[in-house]
């Protein structure tokens, strides 16, 4: 089995077709197509489904590339660790966050310290973000939740309730504290079904009976407060992420308080890669 062969294969389904994999490893797609071919004669075994432009694993290739993951972050932890003296003159850190305003004091720290470092933040539920490390295109997620898995290792930043907003010229600002009965019946704005908050206003929601249907569902907790700011209805969001926009009206829910958990997480088998050590330490 030759290192070349598996590595064009990893990339090939890491970046979703042949053409993407040469340009990610600087070669001719002729040649990332040989190396493929030659490890699925060698083994006899088809790793990717080739229908015209379309490239898709296999169920064999699908169990290869869960293996080659692990194979190559090895590898990198081994580069990171032969080259310590340079581990932090370069380099990418990638977060998956649900929201950055968790973390915004620990990156700017981090910025400080180690400013040759790249820093590349990518948005997402809580589902996205533990899909994003588990694919290997995160280093580090940030979410409203705390995943009950040794898989991940979790440091937890707290919890924080979560509350309803308003435009603040809209006449439902004059509610200081609302209950869920009573937000059911306004037009309200929520979040995706992948959204820890939605499920967990649903949860509570539920419990009492209630149901909350969305007059306007919008992807990302940035779209609903734009949408909310715009006049629109009220959004749900934990309270500690709301701070600062001054357009917009807190709301809190009255009753039982429904937490939000923060909590920084990356996965348990890469803890010893130098960025993300670095990065959790600071927490």
Same mark, same amino acid.
């Given at each position: 089995?030759?290192?070349?062969?598996?590595?064009?294969?990893?990339?090939?389904?890491?970046?979703?077709?042949?053409?993407?994999?040469?340009?990610?490893?600087?070669?001719?797609?002729?040649?990332?197509?040989?190396?493929?071919?030659?490890?699925?004669?060698?083994?006899?075994?088809?790793?990717?489904?080739?229908?015209?432009?379309?490239?898709?694993?296999?169920?064999?290739?699908?169990?290869?590339?869960?293996?080659?993951?692990?194979?190559?972050?090895?590898?990198?932890?081994?580069?990171?660790?032969?080259?310590?003296?340079?581990?932090?003159?370069?380099?990418?850190?990638?977060?998956?966050?649900?929201?950055?305003?968790?973390?915004?004091?620990?990156?700017?720290?981090?910025?400080?310290?180690?400013?040759?470092?790249?820093?590349?933040?990518?948005?997402?539920?809580?589902?996205?973000?533990?899909?994003?490390?588990?694919?290997?295109?995160?280093?580090?997620?940030?979410?409203?939740?705390?995943?009950?898995?040794?898989?991940?290792?979790?440091?937890?930043?707290?919890?924080?309730?979560?509350?309803?907003?308003?435009?603040?010229?809209?006449?439902?600002?004059?509610?200081?504290?609302?209950?869920?009965?009573?937000?059911?019946?306004?037009?309200?704005?929520?979040?995706?079904?992948?959204?820890?908050?939605?499920?967990?206003?649903?949860?509570?929601?539920?419990?009492? %009976? $209630?149901?909350?249907?969305?007059?306007? *569902?919008?992807? !990302?907790?940035?779209?609903?407060?734009? /949408?909310?700011? =715009? @006049?629109? %209805? $009220?959004?749900?969001?934990?309270?500690? *992420?709301?701070? !600062?926009?001054?357009?917009?009206?807190? /709301?809190?829910? =009255? @009753?039982?308080? $429904?937490?939000?958990?923060?909590?920084?997480?990356?996965?348990?088998?890469?803890?010893?890669?130098?960025?993300?050590?670095?990065?959790?330490?600071?927490?």
């Amino acid at each position: 089995m030759r290192y070349v062969q598996l590595r064009a294969f990893h990339n090939v389904a890491l970046h979703g077709g042949f053409s993407n994999a040469a340009k990610a490893l600087h070669l001719t797609q002729p040649a990332i197509s040989d190396q493929v071919r030659k490890l699925e004669e060698e083994y006899d075994t088809l790793l990717f489904n080739r229908e015209k432009r379309q490239v898709t694993l296999t169920e064999q290739g699908g169990h290869l590339l869960e293996i080659t993951k692990r194979l190559f972050e090895n590898e990198n932890q081994a580069r990171e660790l032969l080259q310590e003296n340079r581990a932090f003159s370069s380099g990418t850190l990638r977060l998956h966050v649900d929201s950055a305003s968790h973390v915004l004091a620990v990156l700017a720290r981090f910025r400080q310290k180690f400013p040759q470092v790249r820093i590349e933040i990518r948005t997402g539920n809580s589902a996205e973000v533990i899909e994003a490390l588990h694919d290997y295109r995160a280093d580090i997620g940030v979410l409203g939740t705390v995943p009950d898995t040794a898989a991940i290792d979790v440091v937890r930043l707290g919890s924080s309730p979560i509350i309803a907003f308003t435009a603040r010229d809209n006449p439902l600002s004059a509610h200081h504290s609302l209950s869920l009965k009573q937000l059911s019946a306004m037009p309200l704005v929520l979040r995706e079904k992948g959204s820890k908050t939605r499920q967990k206003l649903e949860r509570a929601a539920g419990a009492q %009976g $209630i149901s909350l249907t969305a007059a306007i *569902e919008a992807e !990302g907790r940035e779209a609903v407060q734009e /949408i909310v700011a =715009s @006049g629109v %209805g $009220i959004g749900f969001v934990s309270q500690k *992420e709301l701070a !600062g926009d001054v357009r917009l009206a807190p /709301i809190t829910i =009255s @009753g039982t308080p $429904i937490l939000m958990e923060e909590a920084v997480v990356n996965l348990a088998e890469r803890r010893g890669g130098r960025l993300i050590r670095a990065f959790v330490g600071m927490l």
